[in-house]
């Protein structure tokens, strides 16, 4: 029903920002509660924000939050993940994901998602 495409990684110094655009196909985007997640090498992949369908409420990881902000516009099916401050430890592939009918807590767990795009890298140096 849903096909994700993330965009916009790269290399960017340690203090520095970076915005990640996913592009969703299909006419049920609207529908879906919608998350970012990472992965860095070796590590579980972690949560690391996410919005409700209607842009009500959003949702961050205590390492992100203050630095990223998630956004999303129903109308161009795109969710957005604008990050300030980089820093090293932010180096991962970020994934977006959508969810369909999530709860306070299904919203920030990886496995609870239905759809996935392929990643991009984000990568900060010191």
């Known amino acids: 029903q849903v096909s994700l495409v993330e965009t916009g990684g790269g290399l960017v110094q340690a203090g520095g920002s970076l915005r990640l655009s996913c592009a969703a196909s299909?006419?049920?985007?609207?529908?879906?509660?919608m998350g970012w997640f990472r992965q860095a090498p070796g590590k579980e992949r972690e949560f690391v924000a996410a919005?409700?369908?209607?842009?009500?409420?959003?949702y961050y990881a205590e390492s992100v939050k203050g630095r990223f902000t998630i956004s999303r516009d129903n109308a161009k099916n795109t969710v957005s993940l604008q990050m300030n401050s980089l820093k090293p430890e932010d180096t991962a592939v970020y994934y977006c994901?959508?969810?369909?009918?999530?709860?306070?807590?299904?919203?920030?767990?990886?496995?609870?998602?239905?759809?996935w795009g392929q990643g991009t890298q984000v990568t900060v140096s010191s």
């Open positions: 994901a959508g969810q369909r009918s999530s709860t306070v807590w299904s919203i920030k767990q990886a496995n609870r998602y239905d759809y």
């Open positions: 919005i409700t369908w209607n842009g009500r409420s959003t």
């Open positions: 299909g006419r049920t985007f609207s529908s879906y509660d």
